[in-house]
């Protein structure tokens, strides 16, 4: 199945910062929206903020992007809210749910979302932080709500149990969807559809990888035969 064909249930958010790979994947028409981080931005050698901001916008000026304040102060995590959120209309700005010192960022949630600005509240892992973030939220605000359900999943925890209690909780507001994040597999993209979550954040190594959602197996087994085949072959091995 070819990419551009693929009909899914719930929206891709392409996560990173190479600005070519994000060009790309606008290209698909199969990502509804861009995601990133300081660090996918360091990796990246971002090193100016706006200017990269500016460049994705010219790049998706369409589509939902998501940028992440990055200090540890909560005022002035604030301040850089704000400054960020008037680069576009799009842009919904990624507050983490605590600062280093484990303190919870409610207040400037809660400020943020009552004086319209769309945000992205990030880093979540538990359902009771869900509780406590949405007590914060206003109807009128667009937020997005991100659990990181492959970091759950790096503890040995199931994150679907968790990310059922998620939808569940969030069904009642208007304006905010649940997306799960740090995919770590393909398989994820169905979990997270089949339990109801609104988004996903996919790197390109995974959206690569999507056309082969329903291949046929015994199709995809020839396939993997042919390719150790073939290794053998380039290798030169005889015995």
Known sequence: MKLQNLKLSIKIFADGAELSVIKRLKETGVVKGFTTNPSLMRKAGVQDYK????????????????????????????????????????????????????????????SLSRDRIKLNVTAIMSVEQIKNIAECLTDETPAILSVFAGRIADTGRDPAPIMAQCVDLLQRLNNVELLWASTRELFNVVQAAELGCDIITVGEDILDKMDLIGKDLDDFSRETVEMFYKDALGSKFWI
């Open 51 to 110: 200017s990269f901001a500016k460049q994705v916008l010219q790049i998706a000026p369409d589509l939902p992007l998501s940028l992440e304040v990055f200090s540890d102060d909560l005022e002035e995590m604030e301040s850089q809210a704000r400054i960020i959120s008037s680069w576009g209309k799009n842009i919904f700005v990624k507050i983490p749910v605590m600062n280093t010192q484990r303190r919870f960022t409610g207040p400037i949630i809660k």
